[in-house]
């Protein structure tokens, strides 16, 4: 089994999504050390009857409850001792009476990940947990123990006091666990395991269940995740712009060197990678066709009439060009699938602004993450080495706990999120408009016999989830409930922000899957009516060709002759044409997307293989190809 060795100190993102996903951990024997130290300063000052917060006193609105050396029922005429230690109790009770979530349980990474979390804080030494009792946690980690975690109860401050309480008291031999996909009683997991219940000693309570796992964890998870959705998110936009035979001057690199914002930037040279070699953008606007239904006499040879559209372009009479002759100098008058503007609409232009951003949003987010990963989290802090002349100078009461960094950078993805599935649904929105798809049939469907509806409904679907995600965007960080009896009177319900982040970022996936199924059929629309264009061209002479082209003068008109020396200079340009085609990295996410989804020639159901590209995202297929077409396309070149 792969490990990954804890100090409190290195822990990373990546080897935490390791953890998450089975990796075990070992505990650094320096690590170790520390945390003896801090464990019998603590014992040490218990000895001495010094008041310590959470270790001589109750927690929160009790803190100032200070505990007696036996319980006060011992003192009634005839009782015996009970042998209870009130230290021990106070720890045992904070975890039993705070394991309170509802809800479903938390996926299994995501626990793994909170307990990795837990381990690694506690290693810094300033928690005064035990040595055993830590090297218990792991050991549970490593025996494939998973707590029952439900999702809901945190509100971020005292950290995840609730969540948290769910890890340890599995670790006292109470509450539920999974072991080897089985749910059981958390003795019983223990027991198979071949590992034993722990007693808490002084303050074991509090450094188990006082600090930031749960929204660490599912942050790290959900950033993880977004990190690879956000190169799909630039493939997907990718694809489309080829579909769209696009504009790249809005992609140049001195153009953004202009506004450097770094995700920018970067999005930008992405987008020239994924793009690198591509035949369709910047094509000369009078070589698109545009597309016509398909009748029996569109073609003239029987390879052609397989085709499932026919094509055409708009001649300009010469008397219509008055003011704009120096413009048909360069771009012959015909109008096809493509406009003749310089600029693409803002969610193919804007892709590096608003895509850019995003990644700067997830940026920020690590930077805050990878400070937590190895901060200390629980309170109070224990300084045993400190000169001091009051122990409260070694145990600090402070605010480590709490979630408002994580939370209010985590409150920036989730607003992000639907800002990325937002753009991605417009990009689609404008693939299955005849008003706005450039020439593409409506729908991206041939529909010869108007009795189809293609792609419509992929594009409603995708509009209720940017809609689903926009409603979830509202940050939960700005709306504090005071709780224990209002001791805690400022949290920051991180945990509900994380969680969030974490389906959220799942449902991002979806959109753009659903742009990416949809952007290969109008690309494939797109290279084949160019494609059959060209093919004509080279097989006809311009009286031949000139059937194509619609408001040309009849054969007694004075134009006549101008028209057909016209449309003879297309048809040259497209016979010395090369095969049109994609970017490489487009061409091949293109190519794996067509193994499990065919083209859609025809109406038939496709829940299957809409389900078919959602796991073509999830498993980065799509992603790799990319990456392995083009250098510059992604994080793995």
Not at 452 to 476: C, F, K, W
Not at 504 to 518: C, S
Not at 605 to 625: P, T
Request: aromatic share 4%.
């Amino acid at each position: 089994m792969k490990c990954v060795l804890l100090d409190g100190r290195s822990l990373t993102r990546a080897q935490l999504v390791d953890v998450a996903n089975g990796a075990g951990v070992e505990l650094d024997p320096d690590a170790l050390r520390a945390v003896a130290r801090a464990a019998d300063f603590l014992a040490e000052q218990v000895r001495r009857e010094e008041p310590i917060y959470g270790v001589s006193t109750g927690f929160g609105s009790n803190a100032d409850k200070l505990l007696g050396a036996h319980p006060l029922r011992d003192e009634l005429p005839g009782t015996l001792p009970s042998g209870r230690s009130l230290h021990a109790e106070l720890q045992q009770n904070l975890i039993v009476s705070h394991a309170v979530c509802v809800g479903e349980p938390m996926a299994a990474d995501v626990v793994r990940a909170m307990l990795c979390i837990r381990i690694n804080t506690l290693l810094k030494g300033h928690s005064g947990i035990r040595v055993e009792t830590l090297q218990a946690l792991a050991a549970m980690l490593n025996a494939g123990v998973v707590p029952v975690v439900p999702s809901l109860g945190s509100v971020g401050a005292s950290g995840d006091l609730a969540p948290l309480s769910h890890l340890a008291i599995v670790l006292l031999g109470g509450g539920e666990a999974f072991h080897e996909g089985e749910r059981v009683p958390g003795a019983e997991a223990l027991r198979r395991a071949g590992l034993a219940p722990v007693t808490l000693s002084y303050k074991e309570g509090l450094a188990l269940n006082n600090g930031t796992a749960q929204m660490l964890a599912m942050g790290v998870l959900a950033l993880a995740r977004l990190e690879d959705l956000l190169d799909t998110a630039d493939l997907a936009a990718a694809m489309t712009v080829d579909a769209f035979a696009g504009r790249l001057g809005a992609f140049a690199e001195e153009v953004h060197a202009l506004r450097p914002h770094p995700g920018q930037v970067e999005v930008a040279a992405r987008l020239r990678a994924l793009l690198s070699g591509s035949t369709l953008a910047d094509i000369a606007y009078h070589l698109v066709p545009k597309f016509r239904f398909w009748l029996p006499d569109s073609w003239d040879t029987p390879e052609a009439q397989q085709l499932r559209f026919d094509i055409g372009w708009d001649w300009v009479p010469a008397d219509q060009r008055h003011g704009r002759e120096k413009f048909y100098q360069r771009f012959k008058p015909f109008r096809g699938g493509k406009k003749h503007q310089p600029q693409d609409s803002y969610s193919l232009r804007c892709v590096p602004q608003v895509h850019g951003a995003v990644r700067d949003a997830a940026a920020q987010a690590a930077r805050v993450l990878d400070v937590e990963l190895n901060a200390v989290t629980d309170n109070p802090l224990v300084f045993p080495d400190r000169e001091a002349e009051h122990v409260e100078q070694q145990v600090i009461s402070a605010g480590h706990f709490h979630g408002m960094p994580l939370a209010l950078a985590l409150g920036y993805v989730k607003a992000a999120i639907p800002v990325l599935a937002s753009i991605s649904e417009r990009r689609l929105n404008k693939l299955v408009d005849p008003a706005t798809s450039d020439g593409l049939p409506a729908f991206l469907i041939g529909n010869e016999d108007g009795t189809e509806s293609g792609l419509m409904i992929v594009q409603y679907t995708a509009a209720a989830i940017v809609n689903d995600l926009a409603t979830r965007a509202h940050p939960a960080s700005v709306y504090s409930v005071p709780t224990s009896a209002n001791a805690e009177d400022h949290v920051s319900m991180g945990a509900n922000e994380a969680r969030h982040v974490l389906a959220m970022v799942d449902d991002l996936g979806k959109v753009l899957a659903l742009e990416l199924q949809t952007a290969a059929q109008a690309l494939d629309f797109r290279t084949d009516m160019i494609n059959a264009a060209r093919d004509l061209a080279r097989r006809s002479d311009a009286a031949a060709f000139a059937a194509k082209v619609q408001g040309g003068p009849p054969e007694d008109h004075r134009h006549r002759a101008q028209f057909l020396a016209e449309v003879e200079e297309l048809r040259a340009e497209l016979a010395a044409a090369d095969t049109f085609h994609p970017g490489a990295a487009v061409a091949a996410a293109h190519a794996v997307l067509r193994t499990r989804i065919p083209f859609l020639d025809r109406d038939r159901a496709l829940d299957g293989e809409v389900a078919q590209a959602v796991r073509q995202v999830e498993d980065g297929s799509l992603l790799a190809a990319a990456r392995r077409a083009a250098p510059g396309a992604g994080r793995d070149d």
